[in-house]
């Protein structure tokens, strides 16, 4: 299981509870499908999928656990067809116009009619959690599915001292400085690509691909004002991600030096690969993080 997104959380406090006391947790919220007129669950499920019952899978002293949204499917267009066919025939039995809590009830009936009928689609959304490192990382690209999980975790333990990244430096800053100058630090490479953004308000914004970004042209861009808002990087020879104003990691590759150590490894179940992908992923994850703290000055911790 690759992350392919990281939403970085800081443990402010440290995370004390073992899997088998997290799983006890968990499982007061275990995903469950939707009920006949339901129109979404949500739950935790066990990171290996159905080969497994366990919700928490540990690993070297990291935990992963997965939430599971399922959610029912109501065509827009098809609901608002069959709604002006009750309205109207029930302003037709009644002859006048129908009043708007009136119409609002109906959609509501019909709505509870259709949901035993609807289809039904599910999303998973995997996170682990580093009680020695102090950090939940969740492999979710937008910033609500993040913040779902945690407050669904939050829910199941109580509390959750857990925080977003807060550098010394502002990473808009520092990642401007890097395109500017053309020097970042030695185990950062530049890739070839980025969005850049006016400073002021609504200010325009120039997305770039497959790009060289060392030609004068991007110069010109930052020399006007405009501040790098993304960046694509590789760290090390062992990463490679766009990085944010936010610190958030998208389109995270784990390049050749890392999948050797997976190739190396034999296995014969696919719970054991899963294992292996794991413990890999999280260690490198692990030596990772703290760097990301350093590029940008550090944690802020005020």
Same mark, same amino acid.
């Given at each position: 299981?690759?992350?392919?997104?990281?939403?970085?959380?800081? &443990?402010?406090?440290?995370?004390?509870?073992?899997?088998?006391?997290?799983?006890?947790?968990?499982?007061?919220?275990?995903?469950?499908?939707?009920?006949?007129?339901?129109?979404?669950?949500? @739950?935790?499920? %066990?990171?290996? @999928? !159905?080969?497994?019952?366990?919700?928490?899978?540990?690993?070297?002293?990291?935990?992963? +656990?997965?939430?599971?949204?399922?959610?029912?499917?109501?065509? /827009?267009?098809?609901?608002?067809?069959? *709604?002006?066919?009750?309205? *109207?025939?029930?302003?037709?039995?009644? @002859?006048?116009?129908?009043?708007?809590?009136?119409?609002?009830? +109906?959609?509501?009936?019909?709505?509870?009619?259709?949901?035993?009928?609807?289809?039904?689609?599910?999303?998973?959304?995997?996170?682990?959690?580093?009680?020695? @490192?102090?950090?939940?990382? =969740?492999?979710? %690209?937008?910033?609500?599915?993040?913040?779902? *999980?945690?407050?669904?975790?939050?829910?199941?333990?109580?509390?959750?001292? /857990? =925080?977003?990244?807060?550098? =010394?430096?502002?990473?808009? %800053? +520092?990642?401007?400085?890097?395109?500017?100058?053309?020097?970042?630090?030695?185990?950062?490479?530049?890739?070839? #690509?980025?969005?850049?953004?006016?400073?002021?308000?609504?200010?325009?914004?120039?997305?770039?691909?497959?790009?060289?970004?060392? *030609?004068?042209?991007?110069?010109?861009?930052?020399?006007?004002?405009?501040?790098?808002?993304? &960046?694509? =990087?590789?760290? %090390?020879?062992?990463?490679?991600?766009?990085?944010? #104003?936010?610190?958030?990691?998208?389109?995270?590759?784990?390049?050749?030096?890392?999948?050797?150590?997976?190739?190396?490894?034999?296995?014969?179940?696919? /719970?054991?690969?899963?294992?292996?992908?794991?413990?890999?992923?999280? &260690?490198?994850?692990?030596?990772?993080?703290?760097?990301?703290?350093?590029?940008?000055?550090?944690?802020? !911790?005020?």
């Amino acid at each position: 299981m690759w992350f392919k997104n990281l939403s970085i959380f800081r &443990l402010t406090e440290e995370f004390a509870l073992t899997p088998v006391e997290l799983e006890e947790k968990l499982g007061q919220i275990a995903f469950r499908p939707c009920g006949q007129h339901e129109e979404a669950t949500f @739950g935790w499920t %066990a990171p290996l @999928g !159905k080969t497994s019952q366990q919700l928490v899978h540990a690993a070297n002293g990291f935990m992963m +656990i997965c939430v599971k949204k399922e959610e029912k499917v109501l065509p /827009a267009a098809v609901v608002n067809e069959m *709604l002006q066919e009750k309205i *109207l025939e029930a302003e037709d039995q009644q @002859g006048r116009k129908l009043a708007k809590k009136e119409r609002a009830a +109906i959609k509501d009936e019909l709505i509870f009619e259709l949901l035993p009928r609807a289809f039904t689609f599910s999303n998973k959304t995997y996170a682990y959690i580093d009680p020695k @490192g102090g950090w939940i990382v =969740v492999d979710a %690209a937008s910033a609500k599915k993040a913040e779902d *999980l945690l407050s669904l975790l939050r829910k199941c333990l109580g509390s959750l001292p /857990a =925080v977003p990244l807060n550098t =010394v430096d502002k990473p808009v %800053a +520092i990642m401007t400085d890097w395109l500017i100058n053309n020097q970042p630090p030695s185990d950062i490479t530049i890739e070839d #690509e980025c969005e850049l953004r006016s400073p002021e308000e609504e200010g325009g914004i120039i997305r770039c691909k497959r790009h060289d970004l060392s *030609l004068p042209e991007i110069k010109n861009h930052l020399d006007t004002g405009k501040e790098v808002i993304k &960046l694509a =990087v590789s760290w %090390a020879d062992r990463l490679a991600f766009i990085i944010d #104003e936010n610190l958030a990691v998208k389109r995270l590759k784990f390049l050749d030096l890392i999948q050797e150590q997976v190739t190396d490894t034999e296995t014969s179940s696919e /719970a054991e690969q899963f294992d292996v992908d794991f413990s890999i992923m999280s &260690l490198e994850l692990a030596n990772f993080l703290p760097r990301l703290l350093e590029l940008f000055g550090g944690e802020n !911790k005020a």
